[in-house]
């Protein structure tokens, strides 16, 4: 019975959905366990995931997703959050979220600018090892 990973966009859960064959997922519109949302995005697998990992971290605009973190209010701040963490992989995502709640949080802005310099220098640097990796392969 396949199993699939869903990330679901009503409540930001990682969620795995039971199919009675791989034909039935193909024509099924799933609905999150957890929130009863439509809005579900498959989740490849882990091996599909590293090979496209440059394309990516290419995809992620660090000044977009930096200006996000700026004067978003806390509900999509959360979503965004965990959605980049996602897309940076868990090398780097693993403490994103909590580095970017520091940063999101900081009334002094003084105390964003530490947290926003790590994260560019991390997805500039994530990016440059994927390229590397990627043309070494
Ligand atoms: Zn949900």
């Known amino acids: 019975m396949p199993t699939y990973e869903y990330d679901c966009a009503g409540c930001g859960r ?41 394309d990516r971290l290419a995809a992620i ?7 996000r973190l700026r004067g978003s209010d806390p509900g999509s701040f ?5 959605q980049l963490g996602r897309e940076l992989g868990e090398d780097i995502g693993s403490d994103f979220r909590e580095m970017a709640e520091r940063a999101y949080s900081g ?7 530490d947290p926003e310099h790590t994260l560019r220098y991390r997805i500039e ?3 440059a090892d994927a390229a590397a990796s990627d043309a070494s392969s």
């Open 14 to 54: 990682r969620v795995d959905i039971f199919f009675r064959s791989a034909a039935a997922a193909q024509d099924a519109t799933p609905e999150c366990p957890q929130c009863g949302s439509a809005s579900l995005s498959r989740v490849m697998s882990k091996f599909r995931q590293a090979r496209s990992e440059a």
């Open 61 to 67: 605009d660090v000044d977009q997703e930096l200006g």
């Open 78 to 82: 959360a979503r965004w959050s965990r």
């Open 107 to 113: 009334d002094d802005p003084v105390e964003r600018v």
């Open 125 to 127: 640097k994530r990016k």
